[in-house]
């Protein structure tokens, strides 16, 4: 595919003139042809209008039509081929393998919400018939449904370039549940934005959907972004970065004269609470195992392993010494930006000048000037993390902290002093049942996704996965960002009193026509 820059507002495409984006080549510095246009306001006006104009006709249509476009979506970027590997490559640095693997996870979840649709639960249809005769007053027919929200504004991700972007998962749970979509496209990656959005708007062509059901714009500042999340036709939004970003479009979101949901994902440390027996048994088989899980993608994945918690003592000696060694044994990586790159050195090297922060290793060095990360492990009491909340605070990219606890009422008053994440691991024997159950209850306050002798790396996109938490993992913890209850987070529920039979909608009628399973007078009954 020829890359031309441009804007993709609707069905057309055009020159943005508001400032200039390239890619850069992370691994040599590399600037990237083609330049590519940032919006105006003007663009984001014109997204918006067409979104709203769209909005009536997507929701109308039948759930088969609009599985098929999620479908025509996925063979779509499929059959952008090498070309789209090649290019996210040469914006972000990560491997091929990791890419291709991405790539999968991406065209899967648009089939996944396809599936969803046609079995419709998502829509959670209930029908408490009338009951004219209850005394002391009639019930009268009551039916609900799910309806979608309207547009929504996504905002791609740095650090997963096909999947959390263009058409990652909150474009294709907001499509799937009925609402078009305007795409504000990391600036890291334009390019691979825009092959990607051409992909979409080729699925957009070929099922014949009204054009504004997608846009794509690009952004070199913060006024666009803003400017699409204030504006009154947008209903929604969904954000993966920094927390300081997300808590800026989060203030415009909540400071519009109707406010709307904003979903953003933004901070997570990842705890790993080793708990006695499971060191005891195992700290060095543990300790490199959780280096891998530290170092994958140069750290730059939300759910990086970025916290060990746990008991003082010669276990956890064994385990520091071991995974000291795993340390010093990576290698440097390509971070995907110079801007994360930047940030990375500097957490750092605040962890390397705190007073009460041992340094207990450091990766291997790169190479002068190269945009890498060296990866680093550090050590405190659990007394002194209490005392420092600096030391809370998520260093995006492979460095984690190993807090000693004195003992367990420490290492209680630890957890219960974290803020919120998207995961929390427990590595366990079943010695370590009693103590683990004891601290079940704060760890689901603390955390969307309680894992057991693993690391949050690596998150399923499945029907019972949570990918979100307490603040400030995300601004909403009663919701996902992965998984099929995505869907959720862009419909509302309404209910229907007394309608006629011939004007409710095809799922609430009552033979069913639709073959939608419904909760019935309170009993869930199966298509």
């Known amino acids: 595919m020829q890359l031309t820059g441009e804007l993709l507002i609707g069905g057309d495409s055009r020159f943005g003139t508001n400032g200039e984006i390239k890619g850069v080549n992370p691994a040599t510095g590399q600037t990237l042809e083609p330049a590519f246009g940032g919006a105006t306001k003007a663009d984001v006006d014109q997204a918006a209008a067409l979104a709203h104009e769209a909005f009536a006709s997507y929701r109308a249509l039948p759930y088969e039509t609009r599985a098929t476009f999620l479908e025509a979506i996925a063979e779509h970027i499929e059959a952008l081929g090498d070309d789209l590997i090649v290019r996210v490559m040469a914006e972000t640095g990560l491997p091929r393998p990791r890419l291709e693997g991405e790539r999968g996870r991406t065209v899967g979840q648009l089939r996944l919400f396809a599936g969803v649709l046609r079995d419709g639960g998502f829509l959670e249809a209930r029908v408490d018939p009338a009951q004219p005769d209850r005394k002391p007053l009639p019930r009268p027919d009551l039916r609900l449904r799910n309806v979608p929200l309207g547009p929504v504004a996504v905002f791609g991700a740095s650090n997963f370039p096909l999947a959390f972007s263009v058409a990652g998962g909150d474009t294709a749970s907001a499509l799937a549940a009925g609402c078009p979509v305007i795409v504000k496209a990391h600036p890291a990656h334009p390019g691979t934005s825009e092959m990607v959005g051409r992909a979409i708007q080729a699925a957009v062509a070929s099922v014949g959907l009204h054009p504004g059901v997608f846009s794509m714009i690009h952004d070199s500042g913060y006024e666009v972004s803003q400017a699409l999340v204030a504006d009154p036709r947008v209903k929604a939004a969904g954000f993966t970065g920094s927390r300081r970003g997300g808590l800026a479009l989060l203030a ?88 994360i790159c930047q940030a990375f050195s500097h957490g750092v090297e605040a962890l390397v000048g705190a007073p009460e922060v041992t340094t207990v290793a450091r990766g291997q060095k790169g190479a002068d000037g190269s945009h890498t990360g060296q ?89 019972a996965m949570v990918h979100g938490g307490p603040f400030p993992s995300t601004s909403d913890g009663r919701t996902t960002s992965v998984g099929t209850l995505a869907i959720a987070r862009f419909l509302r529920p309404v209910s229907y009193q007394n309608l006629p039979e011939a004007l409710l909608p095809a799922e609430l009628k009552t033979d069913n026509p639709l073959g939608v399973a419904r909760r019935v007078d309170g009993k869930l009954k199966l298509a």
């Open 375 to 463: 990866a680093a492990l550090f050590s405190v009491a659990g007394q002194a993390f209490l005392a420092n909340p600096h030391l809370h605070e998520e260093v995006f990219g492979a460095a984690s902290i190993v807090v000693r606890c004195a003992d367990q009422a420490e290492l209680e008053r630890v957890i219960a002093a974290l803020e919120g994440q998207l995961t929390i691991a427990l590595h366990l024997e079943e010695a370590d049942h009693a103590l683990a159950a004891a601290l079940l209850p704060t760890l689901e306050l603390k955390a969307g996704r309680i894992l057991v002798n693993g690391f949050g790396t690596g998150v399923e996109v499945a029907n």
């Open 252 to 339: 415009v979101a909540q400071g519009r004269p109707e406010p709307i949901p904003f979903y953003a994902e933004m901070s997570s440390i990842n705890p790993v609470i080793l708990l006695p027996a499971a060191l005891e048994a195992r700290a060095e088989k543990i300790a490199p195992d959780f280096v891998a899980a530290l170092t994958l993608g140069a750290g730059q994945f939300c759910t990086n392993p970025g916290l060990i918690l746990a008991i003082d003592g010669p276990e956890l000696d064994a385990f520091v010494a071991a995974a000291g060694q795993a340390v010093e044994a990576a290698p440097a990586a390509v971070m995907l930006t110079p801007g």
